[in-house]
């Protein structure tokens, strides 16, 4: 392998394992101050027990993401220096802004919630856990404006051979950053839901704890059915995003090949990038693609045979993660519908809180399916229509990057498997006495 694939390999590698533990920290967050608030107006210790104990798990996961992100950052500069120099004007001040404001506040006050039980007063304690919430996400806005920049370039100037910041307002109010923002926060926010049903799912069937699993579980049914509905509607807006600023990505998420009014969608498609079209292509509705494209049944949806071939992205792999996101997104609402339906009733469903437990790994499944989409469906680009991934990687030896992949590989195993086991013990030990 060349540099330029060595080098998104380690980065892939990096992101990928470091928003194992974004999204729950962004959900569980707001989960644990909702239990909190609940607690501080109706002094039901049970819910300050809901919150210690969630709260724990939450800790296990903040440690590890923080690691994780420290050195993710770093790769900026050691693999994608050139990429740095010609746009960290703008980039990179996105990133000192979430590192200074929205990480330090979330750590401040992290600190505060977990070391101030009864030494603060109620009041501030629950602020403190609110704040966290409020950092958590705020930080990931930061992180989503800059990655949006990177999907729709807005508010620069081309100066001395590089990009300069020239609106920042405009940077900051990218529809495309948004709808990116909205449908992550809404996905985080649905995997927390889940992530607290299966384990409450799993201790109910034992019969563990029963009134305070219960609790646990009816907060977070109807929490989970609204965002898993969120997360379709959403997904839908950003899909017309992407159909207006992105017309390639949407055709490869589709493998959609010929330029067309009216477009079909077609329910089973097989791609064939060497033959420009698919291999196979059945049960086509006509105008359904234009009409989740552009809302109009009508509308012209363009095909990739209109992209020269090196600015076409790679078709199978972003129609793949395309259909397995969406795929994921039908079945959500539905388990959630469930949960919440049988809440009063959950021993007599057995088989839900059997399935509930499984069901927690498929929204990290689903969140990263939907980021390859998002990364592999700008290539070839880096800064969409902007600057090339093969002019923004450093200029080391592809050896050196091999070298440091395999470290990568080798320390993030490990990592995960502590976190797994730290998750997986704490979680089936309970609740403190």
Not at 54 to 78: A, D, M, P, R, Y
Not at 144 to 150: D, P, S, T
Request: net charge positive; no cysteine.
């Amino acid at each position: 392998m060349d540099v330029v694939m060595l080098s998104r390999l380690q980065f892939a590698v990096a992101v990928f394992f470091h928003f194992i533990f974004v999204p729950l920290t962004l959900g569980l967050s707001v989960l644990i101050a909702v239990m909190q608030t609940i607690y501080y107006r109706t002094g039901n210790e049970t819910y300050k027990r809901m919150a210690k104990f969630w709260g724990k798990l939450f800790l296990i996961n903040f440690t590890l993401g923080v690691v994780t992100g420290i050195t993710l950052e770093f790769q900026f500069g050691t693999n994608w220096s050139r990429y740095s120099e010609y746009v960290g004007d703008i980039f990179g001040s996105l990133l000192a802004i979430e590192a200074t404001l929205a990480f330090f506040l979330e750590s401040t006050f992290l600190a505060v919630w977990v070391f101030g039980w009864e030494r603060v007063s109620k009041k501030m304690h629950l602020f403190a856990i609110w704040a966290v919430a409020f950092a958590s996400n705020l930080s990931g806005l930061w992180i989503i404006l800059a990655n949006g920049w990177m999907q729709n370039p807005v508010g620069y100037v081309i100066r001395n051979n590089r990009a300069e910041l020239d609106n920042f307002l405009t940077v900051l109010s990218n529809p495309y950053a948004w709808g990116q923002f909205f449908h992550n926060l809404f996905a985080a926010w649905m995997l927390a839901g889940f992530f607290v049903l299966g384990i409450s799912a799993w201790h109910l069937l034992r019969r563990n704890e029963e009134d305070f699993f219960n609790r646990s579980f009816k907060l977070a049914a109807g929490f989970t059915l609204v965002l898993a509905i969120l997360v379709a509607v959403q997904g839908h807006n950003h899909g017309n995003t992407v159909a207006k600023l992105q017309p390639a990505k949407l055709a490869a998420m589709e493998s959609h090949w010929e330029t067309q009014k009216s477009a079909p969608m077609y329910l089973l498609a097989v791609p064939d990038e060497s033959a420009e079209g698919n291999a196979i292509q059945i049960f086509g509705i006509p105008g359904v693609l234009s009409l989740l494209a552009f809302n109009d049944p009508s509308a012209e949806v363009k095909g990739l045979k209109d992209f020269p071939k090196e600015d076409r992205p790679p078709v199978l792999l972003t129609f793949l993660n395309f259909r397995l996101m969406v795929g994921l997104g039908t079945l959500f609402p539905l388990l959630a519908g469930a949960a919440f339906l049988f809440r009063n009733r959950l021993q007599d469903k057995p088989w839900l809180l059997k399935a509930l437990p499984w069901a927690i790994p498929l929204p990290y499944i689903a969140i990263m399916a939907g980021w390859a989409v998002a990364e592999i469906g700008r290539q070839p680009w880096i800064v969409y229509g902007m600057m090339r991934t093969t002019d923004a990687v450093s200029p080391v030896p592809a050896s050196s990057v091999a070298v440091s992949l395999l470290a990568f590989g080798a320390v993030y195993t490990l990592l995960g498997v502590l976190d797994i086991y730290l998750l997986r013990k704490y979680a089936r030990k309970g609740p403190a006495a």
